[in-house]
């Protein structure tokens, strides 16, 4: 499928770059990664770097359409989310990128340059000091799990007093993985072919969790690839729009699947194991579902998600005993 996405250029980054830093913008390099939006490197005329976050139809590649901020699980699409998820942390002494500059009119922020790389390529090319890092983000991860909300659902919906749309966490995670199973069922013959039996286990697994009134904040999708390093290798959390209040095992079934076996720095006592269970066939469920749904239209890399979705799918298979 032909893209017919319009990426933006120098002149249109220009006033946001000047309004941010007070300079002007030589050159812009449109950075990997982003599938609900674009992240653009600001070179500025006296050769410092900043990034710039837009938000806008051509850069949402899940077309998703607006997002209800009282979904814990909406995709965070606006300047204003992030912000409020940049100021939680900063307020829990969780590093993130420094906020510069934040502009409601151009749905767009700009943010510090993280120029050390990532946590996740670290890991790849030198193990000894990827493990100092990930020390050293083991200990950020536990300063965020340190900190609780007053109930369920988006950090900034409820730091000011908003209410959520779920219920509870579990109930909310129940929900995805049903209808990601009908999803993937409909692109995905081996998936069609247990839809009942995954059906019938996620309701199983989901009887066994007790209720808990305990939310804690977490990032909600913490891979390895999710943490930049600054100059002198400490660790900063990005992606950081969905952060919420919710129940910790959701964080760390991602984590156990992004970190694989670097996970064990990671790990926390006390996990509920009904949770667990739950969220690690409801995440794989997900990982299966959105990829084959991405693929469908004009993302730019369809042989990495389909990547991911199959290796989920494997793993789907094997929670359901296939």
Request: proline share 5%; aromatic share 6%; hydrophobic share 40%.
């Amino acid at each position: 499928m032909t893209s017919t996405r319009r990426h933006l250029s120098r002149g249109d980054l220009a006033p946001l770059a000047r309004a941010a830093t007070g300079r002007s913008l030589a050159a812009v390099d449109r950075l990997r990664g982003g599938n609900k939006k674009g992240v653009y490197r600001l070179v500025l005329d006296d050769d410092t770097t900043a990034v710039a976050y837009v938000w806008s139809a051509d850069e949402d590649y899940w077309d998703a359409g607006p997002a209800d901020p009282r979904d814990p699980f909406s995709a965070g699409t606006s300047p204003d989310v992030f912000t409020a998820a940049h100021d939680r942390l900063a307020a829990a002494g969780v590093r993130t990128p420094r906020l510069l500059h934040a502009d409601s009119t151009r749905d767009a922020v700009v943010v510090e340059d993280m120029r050390g790389g990532s946590l996740e390529g670290l890991l790849e090319r030198d193990p000894v000091a990827g493990r100092v890092a990930l020390r050293r983000f083991a200990a950020e991860l536990a300063t965020l799990h340190t900190q609780e909300g007053p109930a369920l659902g988006k950090a900034g919906l409820v730091d000011n007093g908003g209410t959520s749309s779920s219920s509870s966490a579990a109930r909310r995670v129940t929900e995805d993985a049903l209808r990601h199973i009908e999803q993937a069922a409909d692109r995905d013959e081996r998936i069609a072919a247990v839809r009942d039996d995954l059906a019938e286990t996620v309701r199983r697994l989901a009887a066994a969790v007790r209720p808990r009134d305990r939310h804690t904040l977490v990032h909600g999708e913490l891979g390895a690839d999710h943490v930049l390093l600054d100059d002198q290798g400490m660790p900063a959390l990005i992606d950081i729009e969905g952060l919420m209040y919710f129940d910790v095992e959701w964080e760390h079934v991602f984590l156990r699947i992004r970190f694989g076996p670097h996970y064990d720095a990671l790990g926390a006592p006390d996990l509920d194991e009904d949770r667990m269970r739950l969220y690690r066939l409801a995440m794989h469920l997900s990982l299966v579902a959105g990829p084959l749904r991405l693929i469908e239209g004009d993302f730019p890399n369809p042989g990495w998600m389909r990547e991911i979705a199959e290796h989920n799918l494997v793993r789907v298979l094997e929670l359901v005993g296939r």
